[in-house]
């Protein structure tokens, strides 16, 4: 196949994963279902099982023909080497910070991490006997540096974080990490190839494709994605140890998803960024939480980081807003979805601070925050949906 590497990201998007447009036969993958893969002779079945970290028909949940080209669409989107896909985001979180985590072990993730993620380094990690510092998301590397401690083995980023957007110096803090001898595993989802994780010192990147990839709200799905072999066997071993498994069917969907990607997300940015510029002119609000405008913290970071933005950005009410009218701002849009997840095709709307958890004393903004994602709507109408919404606010706000 040839090498696409050189080629504008619309062009890879169509290309990676495929055999080149002159192999015959249909566009597409077909939907390979199966547990049990038949060998002619004991011989080759010995030989074969030698095979679990290369794309080989060995048995089910190691891959099908559906799930490896779909591997390597979102390893070329994240410029690694090999990718596991998982049956959800979350799963994507979870399964490599059990591959690099043991009982005695330190973590440090950042206190603006996607909630579940916080969730299970609580819970089933502190049951494990590993410990979890909660940093500040926009920590300098010396500070960073001094929450190390002989047994950190992992520094986790998410950047920018769930939420309240803040974009991390991804490249002084892998350094600081591997200085101490930690991996650096990263939560890319809001970056997808506008960030290049390992150019920036990631050693191991998560992606929920649930988001953008799949883009029509319909699949959950993640991607361990990895740029070395030793961290590579790591990864898809400790996948293979968990009984990791994600539905052929929910591979092809993401497949016929990642192919309009590039145009989804063409429009989605610009109209994400028409909505938060707006956004920036309204009395209502005290501040937007978008990276690409400089009033997100972290700003600095993402114009010299990334290429580019999604549609998921916050916003901060001004202070005499409570929770409740952030509520009545979020019940009377008629094409804002009230929901998590993002990356669909439709807008959405979540009112944060009810339920955000923040124990480093980072995360307050001094006001309401409410998250929005962008969806292929035309933007004047999600506009004048929004004037609605904050005058139906300001209303019970008196
Ligand atoms: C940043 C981030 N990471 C991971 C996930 C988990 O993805 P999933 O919903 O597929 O489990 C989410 C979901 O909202 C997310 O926002």
């Known amino acids: ?229 030793e961290d590579w066997e790591r990864v898809r071993l400790t996948s293979l140890s968990l009984g990791q498994y994600a539905s052929p069917d929910d591979c092809w969907l993401a497949l016929r998803g990642v192919r309009t990607m590039a145009v989804r997300l063409d429009r989605q940015e610009a109209s994400g960024l028409t909505v938060a510029r707006w956004f920036t002119e309204r009395p209502e609000v005290a501040r937007v939480l978008h990276p690409a405008l400089p009033s997100c913290p972290g700003h600095e970071f993402w114009q010299r980081d990334f290429t580019g933005a999604c549609s998921l950005f916050g916003i901060v009410l001004q202070p005499q807003y409570s929770q409740a009218a952030a509520g009545v701002l979020a019940e009377n849009l008629t094409l804002f979805g009230i929901g998590a997840s993002w990356g669909g095709y439709e807008s959405l709307v979540l009112p944060a601070s009810g339920f955000l958890t923040r124990t480093a004393g980072t995360g307050d903004f001094g006001g309401q925050t409410v998250r929005f994602h962008i969806g292929l709507e035309e933007p004047a109408d999600l506009i004048a949906d929004l004037e609605r919404g904050l005058a139906a606010m300001r209303e019970v706000a008196g």
């Open 1 to 229: 196949m040839a090498d696409h590497k050189d080629q504008d990201w619309h062009t890879r998007l169509s290309h990676a994963g495929r055999n080149g447009p002159r192999v015959g036969g249909f566009v597409n993958p077909a939907v390979h279902r199966g547990s049990t893969v038949l060998y002619p002779t004991m011989v080759e079945r010995t030989a074969g099982m030698k095979h679990r970290l290369d794309q080989k028909l060995l048995y089910g949940v190691m891959g099908t023909p559906t799930h490896y080209p779909l591997e390597d669409v979102i390893a070329e989107i994240e410029g690694g080497t090999r990718c596991q896909i998982v049956c959800s985001g979350l799963a994507a979180v979870t399964t490599p910070l059990l591959a690099y985590l043991k009982t005695g072990d330190h973590l440090l993730l950042p206190d603006s991490v996607y909630g579940p993620a916080r969730n299970f380094a609580n819970t089933l990690l502190r049951q494990m006997g590993v410990a979890t510092t909660f940093y500040d998301p926009m920590i300098g590397g010396e500070a960073l540096s001094a929450l190390f401690r002989p047994n950190t083995t992992v520094l986790y980023l998410e950047s920018p974080g769930s939420h309240t957007f803040e974009v991390q110096d991804v490249p002084a803090l892998a350094a600081v990490a591997h200085a101490h001898g930690a991996k650096v595993l990263m939560d890319n989802t809001w970056g997808i190839h506008f960030f290049q994780p390992f150019k920036h010192g990631v050693d191991v990147s998560i992606q929920a494709l649930t988001k953008y990839v799949v883009g029509h709200s319909d699949v959950l799905l993640g991607s361990v994605t990895t740029n070395s072999a």
